[in-house]
């Protein structure tokens, strides 16, 4: 249960948008039953994408709150640019995932990085490849990850990775809040929303500028949006942000 960032393209004031994401872990919202436990603050983490656009790759995850933390601050002035993919992950960790380190997102791991909102039962049935390497601590999120990696490396060569991804989503056959996430691999940018339960906590956004996008899981509070340009993306949308200038295609799940 987590607050999901992802910015493609180029985008003003994006280290500002960054640092008021980080609000979020304290005043971020929550799906019924957990009020009594505010906030998402079991760790936080940022992957971004290398210079070649050809992968992505870990700048830092952390413990603790990223609403005022030091390494958040510093994370995001050590980049003297702006990365053509940014994700960030605010957690609010799942009953029985321990709270550790590794079990921080994002999740990168051949040149792929991932965030996920949501919990998946009996995930560690999920097929995958046995040449990756599990890290987690039994990690849900991680499972997932391995199984749709391991749907991309076996595709047919005729079948693009958006449909490769539709396909392993629509056959993993197993129970779940929700699969929303972000994953990408340098260059495009994939975004899923996917739920079976809180509708209005299970949320994806979208925000479009002249040259790039921004997904995050509730509207981020700055005087440089304007909230009426927020969409919210339907349930079982599956979204490819790709190119330059930027532009989106609706994918079918």
């Known amino acids: 249960m987590c607050r999901l960032l992802g910015i493609y393209g180029q985008v003003d004031r994006w280290r500002e948008i960054v640092t008021a994401f980080s609000i979020q872990a304290e005043t971020g919202n929550l799906p019924p039953g957990r009020q009594a436990d505010p906030g998402h603050k079991d760790g936080w983490g940022i992957t971004i994408s290398n210079c070649s656009q050809t992968a992505m790759v870990p700048l830092i995850r952390q413990l603790g709150s990223a609403y005022g933390s030091a390494g958040y601050r ?45 919990t998946i039962y009996r995930a560690q049935s999920l097929p995958r490849d046995p040449q990756l390497i599990f890290t987690s601590q039994d990690s849900d999120t991680e499972h997932l990850f391995h199984y749709l990696l391991t749907k991309i490396k076996q595709r047919p060569a005729d079948k693009t990775l958006s449909a490769a991804l539709a396909d392993a989503i629509r056959s993993l056959g197993l129970d779940y809040t929700a699969l929303n996430l972000l994953l990408s691999n340098g260059r495009d940018l994939y975004v899923l929303r996917n739920f079976k339960k809180h509708a209005a906590y299970y949320t994806l956004y979208c925000y479009g500028f002249s040259g790039g996008f921004i ?29 330059s200038p930027p532009q989106i295609d609706d994918c079918q799940l």
């Open 74 to 118: 510093e994370a995001l002035n050590s980049l003297p640019d702006q990365p053509e993919i940014l994700l960030c992950h605010l957690r609010k960790a799942s009953d029985n995932i321990p709270i550790t380190l590794s079990n921080t997102h994002p999740f990168v791991d051949n040149g792929w990085g991932l965030i996920h909102n949501g």
């Open 215 to 243: 997904i995050c899981s509730q509207p981020i509070e700055l005087a440089c949006f304007d909230r009426q340009r927020w969409t919210l993306m339907a349930n079982q949308s599956l979204l490819r942000i790709h190119g």
